[in-house]
């Protein structure tokens, strides 16, 4: 149980269990099941997908609930219809999963939500924060913890975790869309990652979580003092989802501005904006004037000298009609653009 005393949910009331069916899940439960003493709620949310087998997979996580005793609540929804504009599914599939974790946590007042990341996965997402050109902070891989999400395995790999489900003579549900490699993870972990240990360091992954762990260590400071300088120029000003002030954040270093870009972004769970993007957006923070930065297809960033604002789309949007039609504006002013 050193994570949960790490994680600090070693105590607590009860955790929902993020259950996919596959066997990171699947042995994330039994060890929850076995080793933590508050409730346990199963999560899993049918994607509708792979020509009906994801409807197999719920199935399979309602009989196992049933068999282990385990209270479970599962969701349907056809990830493909519910895709926003200009978000992949993997990404839509991410919003709805967590979407049902939150509801589920929310409805019946548990206040953590367990994921099952292993670090094998951690590699995977640091060489694809690698791609995206994420920064330096892109090298610490998955945080083994970010506000209610805990991720209590994430120091076994999958391997270790399967030979726990093979020990104790537990089925799992194998996702066969894994081997396809369609998608950047999976060319990551099927094909670079295989290539990297037989061709440079057969210990590739023990260095990287190494490198993960340091950087893990030198940007918890960092953070210390970005969340400090957040909380100095936050403020509310609804409808925005967070707002800054502007005065003094041209004296702010380079490298903090980055950092608080990145933690006001992660703290509304938009999408990580890429290195570049991210300078992209602080450079016009230093310009200064007016203008409007499209953070996700649903968010943009609005500034003003007065003021800067998250606003989601379709308020800005609300907003000009409004102005067309000489109602009232109840946007903030910085919006108004």
């Keep these: 149980m050193a994570a949960a005393e790490r994680q600090g949910w070693k105590d607590a009331q009860g955790v929902v269990c993020a259950l996919s069916g596959g066997g990171d899940s699947v042995a994330l439960l039994w060890l929850m099941k076995k080793y933590f003493k508050g409730r346990i709620v199963a999560a899993h949310l049918d994607h509708c997908t ?3 087998e994801s409807h197999k997979d719920a199935l399979f996580a309602a009989e196992l609930c049933r068999k282990w005793d385990v209270e479970i609540s599962i969701k349907t929804a056809d990830v493909e219809k519910c895709r926003l504009k200009g978000e992949s599914f993997e990404m839509a599939g991410r919003r709805l999963r967590y979407l049902h974790f939150e509801e589920t946590a929310g409805k019946l007042c548990l206040p953590f939500i367990a994921l099952g990341h292993n670090a094998d996965d951690v590699v995977e997402t640091q060489l694809l924060n690698l791609t995206r050109g994420c920064g330096i902070s892109g090298m610490r891989g998955i945080p083994e913890r970010r506000g209610n999400i805990v991720r209590p395995v994430i120091d076994f790999t999958r391997g270790e975790l399967r030979e726990i489900l093979l020990r104790e003579n537990i089925a799992w549900c ?12 999976n060319k990551i972990r099927n094909i670079l990652i295989p290539w990297i240990k037989e061709n440079l360091n ?19 400071e960092r953070e210390k003092k970005i969340a400090e300088i957040l909380s100095e120029i936050s403020y509310s000003e609804p409808p925005a989802i967070a707002a ?8 702010i270093s380079e490298t903090l501005l980055a950092g608080a870009v990145r933690m ?3 703290a509304l769970s938009l999408p990580a904006l890429s290195r570049e993007r991210t300078e992209t957006l602080c450079s016009l923070i230093r310009r200064g004037g007016c203008w409007r930065f499209q953070w996700a297809s649903d968010v943009e960033v609005c500034y003003s000298e007065r003021g800067i604002g998250w606003l989601h789309r379709a308020d800005v949007i609300a907003a000009k009609e409004r102005k067309k039609n000489n109602s009232k504006i109840i946007l903030p002013w910085w919006a108004k653009l």
């Design 50 to 52: 792979r020509a009906g």
């Design 202 to 220: 057969e210990n590739f992954e023990s260095v990287m979580l190494g490198l993960s762990a340091q950087v893990r260590a030198e940007m918890a």
């Design 174 to 185: 194998d996702d066969f869309t894994n081997d396809e490699n369609n998608y950047k993870r």
């Design 244 to 251: 800054w002030k502007t005065n003094g954040l041209k004296k």
């Design 264 to 266: 006001q972004g992660a």
